[in-house]
């Protein structure tokens, strides 16, 4: 099977954490995949997940860790739990207009502010009295636009009383959050975890349960199953509603103690160095350079760069070397193509890489 | 690890089936988990597993097959996107009742027939005129109790214009479905395929679509990315809305097609020949005796076992032996024994434990 081993450098699903492989033959050797999800080993998994997580993204007392299916869903549970009506997205490319869509969709009435494809936002806007929830994806993965977490902090400061989710799909774990300042985060497990896809993980505070208990109390639909007040009332037990994706938060816990055991300090230094490597050579390159020209807004994990000459040549390239990077994103298919730099990915295969560009 | 060296006859999660280790292993070197879901790869994955499927349940032209990420999960979906208000449960133990509780959390009126937990229903009823849907759980797994495919036909005939839901969890692929007298069914991986949990599969006729549209078209809240419009919208193009868990839509791709190598009718015999082993077994036992009187609505593949003195004592001495069952459900916890038939259990085995007890 060597004739298929190849680095995939692709934004998500993306490379396997390398112990990947190892930990699900543990997996399988301990009967994971059979044991009940309302057995005592599974109360175990559940709780080491969760405290991994909580230790690994510093995630405070006071919130609750829900696993889900994925980054969408949890879009949709937050929506169903924290809005009555009004919405309000930061739209900068696919995944945060995502968001948005499926407010309208949940027949809530969200508004918007929208930013060029690839720029900044402004930030200095009044944001709506009525707004209940104000929606950030903080890692535009489409674009490859990043949102400082401090210009998300001065936005809850000046609207303190109003919910701010925070979509870190493909900035997790490198993003650092400061949690007094948001009161919900979410992400899935196949970009900078390097998991299998089929797992989603959303984080709330007792605001967001409180908002949820509030709805339901006056009609609102609030969905079933995977309501947060549903989510909480099994989570309280260490268990899920329905028969989870056990082995996904098993690999999870693992890979979790790993990043645990690196120190995220030490993931934060080396995902800024690989992604300094990779926007210096692309600044310097002839005909290749950066798609996002601000530096202070360029995404440190999901990297977009301009190809004029169109993207397939250079993907075919490097493919054929064992190196995957993804295409631009949708109408920017062939005039991009997107570099992932997440924990798993090294400096060493980086630079093999670049060198063939 | 060969102390770990375990059967589970449970009912969900259960025994993996024999080749899932080395289907995972080739999924872990052709970098299944890797690839993109918008790639051709992941193309030929959705309609292959699709197709196996569909040869393996014979389900016809005209029925699309949706991936979710539970059972649990297709019940939201299916009262949000097919009943306007009115749905009708047929009650006969904790997952049937779990379909109906979603109804009222969406917000719905669904009616109800209970039956007593571990007899059948009474048939012969009228289903009021303003029901939309009527929802069966084929197998209860709680009780043991199977309905008769018939019985669900007969009320299809008398109601013709209503839809029907058949939930098939934990009798797939046993169960041998007419699928032009029901609108749709659904299952999870984790029990007969045995699969990795995580995975849900919803298969829906056009009335179930043309309904939804309806619904959408009246302003019915219909959910967002899993509505069947967004499943179809997708399926059409061999994709799904998010990253889905393809390590698992790979793996049923395999054992479906397994299944279809020996062929369906033989799965069903062997199913048969067991549970018959199973129950002969236990109606001459001195002190364990069938929980489900009616041999008509005996289950085959998961059976329930009244043990009077307590299930504790016999589910420690079979897991001493390497053999693990399950506990009775909810409180029949220390009153019964559950023992699942699914493909994958073998006779030898079932009678190496058999002698166990």
């Known amino acids: 099977m060597e004739k298929n081993k190849k680095i995939f450098f692709t934004p998500g699903p993306t490379q396997l954490y390398p112990n990947v492989a190892k930990h699900i033959k543990d997996a399988l050797s301990n009967n994971i995949c059979s044991i009940s999800h309302r057995s005592r080993e599974f109360e175990v998994i559940f709780s080491e997940t969760t405290e991994s997580l909580k230790r690994l993204l510093n995630i405070p ?68 009295g009525k707004t209940e929830l104000i929606c950030f994806t903080q890692n535009e993965t489409s674009s490859g636009v990043a949102v400082d977490m401090e210009d998300i902090y001065a936005i809850k400061k000046k609207n303190p009383e109003k919910l701010v989710a925070v979509d870190i799909v493909s900035s997790v774990p490198y993003v650092n959050i400061e949690y007094s ?79 645990n055991n690196i120190g995220i300090e030490k993931i934060r230094e080396e995902t800024e160095e690989k992604a300094n490597m990779i926007y210096d050579f692309f600044d310097r390159h002839e005909l290749y350079s950066p798609f996002v020209q601000d530096k202070g807004i360029r995404s440190k994990t999901t990297i977009a760069i301009k190809t004029p000459n169109g993207s397939g040549e250079v993907i075919n390239r490097l493919s054929e070397k064992g190196f995957v990077v993804g295409s631009g994103y949708g109408v920017h298919k062939n005039e991009q193509i997107r570099i992932a730099n997440f924990p798993m990915h090294r400096a060493g295969d980086i630079k093999k890489m670049l060198r063939l560009i």
């Not at 007392?61 to 869903?73: D, R």
């Open 181 to 259: 300042l948001v009161d919900c985060t979410f992400f899935s497990v196949q970009k900078g975890f390097g998991l299998p896809a089929g797992l989603g993980v959303l984080i709330v505070n007792d605001r967001c349960i409180e908002k949820s208990k509030l709805l339901s109390n006056k009609g609102y639909n609030i969905g079933s199953y995977h309501s947060l007040l549903s989510l909480l009332s099994k989570a309280e037990k260490r268990q899920t509603v329905e028969t989870p994706n056990i082995l996904d938060m098993y690999l999870l816990r693992e890979i979790s103690k790993e990043l």
């Open 61 to 128: 007392n006071g919130f609750h860790v829900f696993f889900l299916s994925s980054a969408t869903e949890a879009m949709e549970r937050i929506i169903e739990n924290c809005v009555a009506e009004h919405s309000f997205h930061f739209i900068g490319g696919s995944f945060s207009e995502r968001f948005y869509i499926i407010a309208k969709q949940l027949m809530k009435s969200p508004e918007k502010l929208e930013a060029e494809f690839g720029k900044g936002f402004e930030f200095d806007l009044e944001i709506p």
